[in-house]
């Protein structure tokens, strides 16, 4: 969906605040489900203006937490140069890095895995910045679910999804377990490859988590299998250290609840016309479930 004009004029009326001169629109970018970027440029320089989703508080993302993270990933080569935040919270502007945003082909060579799991523990190394907030799964999902309406079939689905979930993952709160920063949204639109070295973008629910979190979210929200989850582990690792697959399967399983509470909430008053979605992604926290 194109951004709604008023709000690309409006941001880009803002440039005194963030460049020296007018920017020129290059065009759109590929956009994820939230957030929606243009390439301008500003003195012959690329940069991304990010139109943010109104929506975004009411999800627990922060734009302070999203640059202070971003910035220090910068730092360290893992993420593009921030330059601005707008004080409403409407858009931010990065830096833009010429590269491709991976593919589902991407995940399938054995190079790139292990180029992954170099990005993943280069982040897993970053020093969080203070304030952090630390993933806890469980109330995280509450803190969803209480955005729901309470009415019509979806409730009574998130019920049983709720109701078999919570002794395995009520059981296990963050503060039991060692944590480190997390990007905590790995997809494919978020890992850009600039050929010698991989980026990671849209920082904007980066948290304190296990780190095997991570590795949740780019399996799960991937689809991909078994097979690519050992082999990524084992890469991450380095083969150095024993892991608990019932861990990271704990991750998988957090990860496609609040997915499915997320896309809950995004859909909005439409919710109950997504049915199929959710009964998809509940078998597939059944299946996951199944397999402890």
């Given amino acids: ?26 065009r759109a970018l590929d956009n994820g489900a ?20 109104p929506a975004r508080g009411a999800l627990g993302v922060s734009t302070a937490r999203e640059r202070d993270v971003t910035v220090a990933a910068a730092e360290q080569g893992l993420a593009p140069r921030w330059i601005y935040s707008d004080p ?11 590269g491709h945003h991976w593919q589902p082909e991407d995940f399938q060579a054995p190079r790139q895995v292990d180029r992954l799991a170099r990005l993943l523990r280069s982040i897993h190394a970053l020093s969080p910045a203070p ?32 109701a078999l979930l919570a002794p395995v993952l009520g059981q296990y709160p963050a ?27 849209d920082w904007e629910y980066a948290v304190l988590a296990n780190p095997l979190f991570d590795l949740a979210v780019i399996i799960e929200g991937n689809q991909l299998d078994d097979t690519f989850a050992t082999r ?9 250290t024993v892991y608990s697959w019932s861990a990271l399967q704990r991750q998988r399983l957090a990860y496609c609840y609040l ?32 397999c402890l």
């Fill in 131 to 162: 304030g952090l907030e630390v993933l806890d799964s469980w109330q995280r999902a509450k803190r969803y679910q209480s955005l729901l309406r309470p009415d019509g079939p979806v409730p009574s689905v998130l019920k049983d999804i709720e």
């Fill in 175 to 201: 503060a039991s377990e060692a944590l480190t920063l997390c990007h905590g949204d790995l997809l494919p639109g978020n890992i850009l490859d600039e050929g010698d070295r991989l980026m990671a973008v």
């Fill in 1 to 26: 969906m194109p951004a709604p004009e008023s709000a690309l004029t409006r941001a880009l009326s803002r440039w005194p605040d963030w460049c020296q001169c007018e920017p020129e629109l290059v």
């Fill in 232 to 240: 990524l582990i084992a890469s991450y690792l380095d083969n150095n």
């Fill in 259 to 290: 997915d499915l509470l997320w896309w809950c909430v995004k859909w909005g008053p439409a919710v109950d016309n997504h049915l199929p979605a959710i009964h998809r992604k509940q078998a597939r926290i059944i299946q996951l479930f199944n």
């Fill in 88 to 98: 409403g919270e409407a858009f931010n502007i990065t830096a833009y890095i010429a």
């Fill in 34 to 53: 939230s957030n929606q970027a243009f390439l301008v440029r500003v003195n012959e320089q690329p940069q991304v203006l990010r139109l943010l989703d």
